[in-house]
């Protein structure tokens, strides 16, 4: 996957006038041109295009940020292009200035458009309740999610007497991947980990984003020998993609398989 074929560049917001430095390609990509924006654009361009359903989703947090009651947010959202039809955004801020009395000043954020990502979700029945089983960035299941996935299956096993083993991996040094080749990379690289995850793993295993830079696998049915070879194999797959710069990516993991503890004792091992 190419990164450029989802980024829509990087975006400054001064919080006291409202007012947004854009790159073209956030507003070309809904079809819009220079003749077509107004000379000083606002938020408001793009927040009126914002569909009813995901409106306040995004008002919220961007309202937060502005009355100083968070540092960062990220967002997904529907906006209506020119015309007819509508594109699939994902938005990533964070402060980077406040003032003297710590009042936010300034913020800094990037956008990726999601749509090919959010087509296949979008059929669901579903669809909206989905939304909030899923990691909003790479479109795995969630924390949440996995604990109640790996509290299911446990219980299960007490009856099917199948094998639970969970992997946690970890992309090390992400803070540093981050400093050096930008967020928005940083962000490509746990896409593309997750997708090759979903990729490489058996239909009865779980896929999720444990944390940050952790990744969890919920193995069913085999014993904690195999899933360390097939971790293996994984973190192989992983260390021989190109993610298209020098700085290299190295991941580590770690394999514990349940042994009729408590959900509590078990998770705590990890």
């Known amino acids: 996957m190419d990164i450029n074929n989802e980024s829509l560049g990087e975006w400054t917001w001064h919080l006291k006038t409202n007012i947004i430095d854009v790159e073209p390609l956030r507003y070309s990509c809904l079809g819009y041109d220079g003749n077509d924006m107004p000379k000083i654009i606002t938020t408001e361009f793009f927040n009126e295009k914002i569909y009813v359903e995901d409106y306040s989703e995004a008002r919220d ?6 009355l100083g009651e968070t540092d960062e947010y990220e967002v997904i959202y529907r906006i209506r292009k020119k015309g007819s039809g509508y594109r699939w955004f994902y938005d990533k ?35 909206h309740s989905k939304r909030n089983l899923y990691d909003i960035l790479t479109q795995v299941n969630n924390r949440n999610t996995m604990l109640e996935h790996l509290a299911s299956e446990i219980q299960k096993s007490h009856t099917t007497m199948d094998f639970i083993v969970t992997c946690i991996i970890t992309i090390e040094d992400f803070e540093k991947i981050n400093e050096k080749e930008g967020h928005i990379f940083g962000d490509h690289v746990l896409r593309r980990t997750a997708d090759i995850l979903r990729e490489t793993v058996d239909e009865v295993d779980i896929v999720g984003r444990y944390g940050g830079d952790q990744f969890m696998i919920i193995f069913i049915g085999k014993p904690v020998n195999v899933v360390e070879g097939k971790t293996d194999d994984i973190l192989k797959e992983i260390d021989a993609y190109h993610f298209g710069n020098e700085y290299p990516i190295k991941l580590s993991s770690f394999v514990v398989g349940y042994q009729n503890e408590t959900f509590n004792e078990y998770i705590n091992g990890f």
């Open 61 to 66: 947090k961007m309202l937060a940020m502005i």
């Open 93 to 127: 801020c964070e402060i980077v200035e406040k003032d003297e009395l710590d009042k936010p000043l300034i913020a800094r954020g990037y956008t990726l458009d999601v749509t090919q990502r959010m087509i296949g979700m979008e059929k669901n029945e579903d669809f």
